[in-house]
């Protein structure tokens, strides 16, 4: 197996070992992305040297010292929403280009305290806002395994590089599904992790009450491995939540012990008939193993959609408002206040990001906010009250995690209600605050589908061990030939 | 349509965005068609639901006041288009511009 095939457990455990240098794995690393890269155009912005000034350091410690750090000299992938003091931070807008962080986000400095090596910043839907990374500012990327569909978004860099084997993981955000959507496209492993599990302190903010960072990675275990390193409370971050993370081995279950909930609403209507199909395969599966399946109704999913497309580019309004041309990023030239506030935002906003600037601050306006921003803020207490009462009867729901495989540069570019209903199976988890799970479930015709695993509040360990299970019932498959090594 | 690109224009210029006339004639069809979706929220009575401001129940965090060391200006300043001193420099707000 060459080096860039490991995951994150097994480089970490050989260069713990000292059988691999953490100079080695980042050689390697660098070599693989110097040959997919330029197809895959995955990455907003490379620092070999950096890597390997990080992995010196690496490599110079003791083993023993080594056996403190869960991912001892792992090359990383972190989304370009998320600051860097060594790296520009450029959220895939022309607003921020070259904005260099004054301070690293909790995530990165967590990362690294991990010994983890952040090899660059991945490509993404200007400030996380798309489903596919063609609304970068920058540049496309492509799906590894078809050049010609999208890797999804926003995390589109990161769910591409994971899967291109460049890196064996990255770290994505998910607002509603931007890991867990690309995770699926690209047939890798995404978590979005509870509300307020991981700090967002240097996540550059979309929507407040929905924004989470997690891992994208090749399988469980890694995924498990990344949540327990960058979980947990971070005073820098009011919304991070108290709890402890468990850690450990996790003990995976018997799927008799396992009741999994089967909602109807995600089941019908807008489901690609094949995504369907392979729903349907995989629930035969479970309940072949002795899973109990227990059909249930979440009735108000079929208002998610509306509900997170008003709460979401409201937030949005008000975050966005910073990019003003004073303290930092683009600005353009003016002289008169007013002016320049208008034409820098015009000229450094994308039309997505000018969209939903529009959307949300005519949800927030005086005789608008009533109508929209506080109803859909109700409905999303409905929404929540759903899941509540769902995993009363259950451990975990099972759902697709998009209702169709990736699809081709351009098809929704044009339609942005077509590309916002994509959203449908994955932005009730961000309006519920729960964690989710998107795992490969082999491909249709060539091209990866995910499904999805949704567990009640803070139940992440539970969740990622009935995760964990599937995978060894239905392993990942073979990875894309990508970069001429298949 | 429920939209007018006057009231777009109205959000533009509220949301500090300047819109072109075909951008505002565009962004009014985009948007019309997404509030028209988002009117299905009005099938649901929601009189006596609480809105959801917080997903996951936080008391407010409190911490002591200690004295710590903030941002240096130099760093704060380091990325300010217009660096005047150790100030953001702006367009001239009084007498209607200029510098």
């Known amino acids: 197996m060459a080096i860039h095939e490991f995951g994150v457990r097994e480089?970490?455990?050989?260069i713990r070992a000292k059988e691999l240098s953490a100079g080695e794995a980042v050689a390697a690393i660098f070599d693989r992305i110097d040959k997919t890269e330029p197809i895959i155009q995955a990455f907003l912005h490379l620092d070999p040297e950096y890597a390997r000034r990080r992995a010196k350091v690496i490599d110079q410690l003791s083993a023993e010292e080594l056996q403190h750090l869960p991912l001892a000299g792992v090359p990383i992938a972190v989304k370009d929403n998320m600051t860097t003091i060594s790296m520009p931070t450029t959220a895939g807008s022309k607003i921020l280009k070259g904005f260099m962080s004054p301070y690293n986000a909790t995530v990165v400095d967590r990362l690294e305290a991990a010994g983890a090596i952040i090899v660059g910043k991945t490509n993404l839907d200007e400030f996380a806002m798309g489903s596919s990374t063609e609304h970068s500012a920058y540049h496309i990327t492509r799906n590894p395994w078809d050049t010609n569909r999208v890797p999804g978004g926003s995390s589109g860099g990161s769910a591409a590089a994971v899967a291109a084997r460049?890196?064996?993981?990255a770290l994505g955000s998910d607002t509603g599904g931007?890991?867990?959507q690309p995770a699926s496209y690209c047939g890798v492993t995404g978590l979005k992790p509870t509300y307020g599990r991981v700090s967002r302190y240097g996540l550059i903010a979309f929507a407040s009450s929905l924004d989470q960072i997690g891992p994208l990675t090749r399988n469980v275990e890694d995924a498990r491995l990344l949540y327990e390193v960058i979980a947990g409370h971070d005073p820098l971050d009011a919304t991070s939540l108290p709890q402890t993370v468990e850690s450990g081995r996790p003990s995976l279950p018997d799927w008799r012990d396992v009741r999994i909930g089967v909602p109807?609403?995600?089941?019908?209507?807008?489901?690609a008939p094949r995504v369907q199909a392979r729903y349907h395969e995989v629930l035969a599966l479970l309940q072949e193993q002795g899973a109990q399946l227990v059909e249930l109704s979440l009735p108000h999913t079929r208002y998610a959609i509306a509900t997170y497309y008003l709460v979401a580019p409201a937030e949005a309004s008000s975050n966005l408002s910073r990019f003003d041309g004073v303290r930092y990023g683009f600005r353009a030239e003016s002289n008169e206040l007013l002016p320049m506030y208008e034409r820098t935002r015009a000229e450094g906003f994308g039309s997505e990001v000018t969209r939903r600037i529009l959307l949300g601050t005519h949800a927030l306006s005086a005789g608008y906010y009533d109508a929209y921003y506080l109803k859909?803020?109700?409905?999303?207490?409905?929404?929540?009250?759903d899941f509540e009462l769902a995993f009363g009867q259950v451990d975990v729901i099972l759902a697709p995690t998009t209702p169709d495989i990736a699809f081709q540069f351009g098809e929704k570019s044009q339609d942005p209600l077509q590309m916002y209903l994509s959203d449908v199976y994955t932005v009730t988890a961000n309006l519920a605050g729960i964690p989710g799970i998107s795992t490969p479930a082999g491909l249709i015709g060539g091209v990866p589908v995910g499904i999805q695993w949704l567990g009640a509040a803070l139940q992440e360990t539970r969740l990622l061990e009935i995760a964990q299970a599937f995978e060894?019932?239905?392993p990942a498959q073979p990875w894309p030939s990508v970069g001429g090594d298949l | 349509m429920s939209l007018s690109q006057e009231q777009v224009k109205h959000v533009a210029r509220l949301a500090r965005i300047r819109l072109e006339s075909e951008d505002a004639a565009r962004m009014t069809v985009h948007l019309d068609a997404v509030l028209e979706y988002m009117t299905q929220l009005n099938e649901l009575n929601t009189d006596d639901i609480d809105p959801t401001m917080h997903v996951i129940p936080l008391t407010m965090p409190l911490r002591d006041d200690q004295v710590r060391t903030s941002l240096p200006v130099e760093e704060a300043l380091k990325n300010a288009p217009d660096r005047r001193d150790n100030m953001f420099g702006v367009p001239r707000?009084?007498?209607g511009g200029d510098r």
């Open chain 2, 93 to 95: 707000i009084m007498d």
């Open chain 1, 376 to 385: 859909a803020q109700k409905v999303r207490t409905l929404i929540r009250r």
């Open chain 1, 472 to 474: 060894h019932l239905w």
């Open chain 1, 178 to 180: 931007s890991i867990r």
């Open chain 1, 264 to 271: 109807k609403e995600y089941d019908g209507e807008g489901i």
């Open chain 1, 11 to 14: 480089l970490a455990d050989r």
């Open chain 1, 166 to 169: 460049m890196v064996p993981a």
